[in-house]
């Protein structure tokens, strides 16, 4: 089994960056890849952007193409998410989740799921 724990949430103001971390412990080895999605209060969890563990394919949703950018660290079994340009609209507990499959833009095919971090952007 594979343990996820993110950091890096904060509040900041348009137009700022934050960078969120993601570190797993356990059976990295079985991990195919990583993914950050964000849930926003009354909404549905909703996919950023997902990277393979080992290769180097990766994608982000349209929403934060080019603002947001997936990497990893396999060497310190870390995934980061790097925000820049940030919105009010991108205010929402974010989370990092592992993939035993592959990657993916759908939820329900994540297998592990850290806690959440808050990401608060003000106008």
């Known amino acids: 089994q594979v343990q996820l724990v993110e950091s890096g949430g904060g509040s900041v103001q348009t137009g700022g960056s934050l960078t969120l971390s993601c570190a797993a412990s356990?059976?990295?080895?079985?991990?195919?890849?990583m993914g950050w999605f964000r849930q926003a209060p009354g909404k549905e969890r909703e996919f950023v952007a997902t990277?393979?563990?080992?290769?180097?394919?990766?994608y982000s949703a349209d929403t934060v193409k080019g603002r947001f950018t997936i990497s990893r660290d396999n060497a310190k079994n870390m995934g980061h998410l790097q925000m820049n340009s940030l919105k009010p609209e991108d205010t929402a507990v974010y989370y990092c989740?592992?993939?035993?499959?592959?990657?993916?833009?759908?939820?329900?095919?994540?297998?592990?799921w850290g806690q959440g971090t808050q990401v608060t952007v003000s106008s």
């Open positions: 989740a592992a993939n035993y499959k592959g990657t993916s833009s759908f939820p329900t095919t994540y297998d592990v």
């Open positions: 356990g059976r990295t080895d079985t991990v195919a890849a």
């Open positions: 990277i393979s563990w080992r290769g180097t394919y990766e």
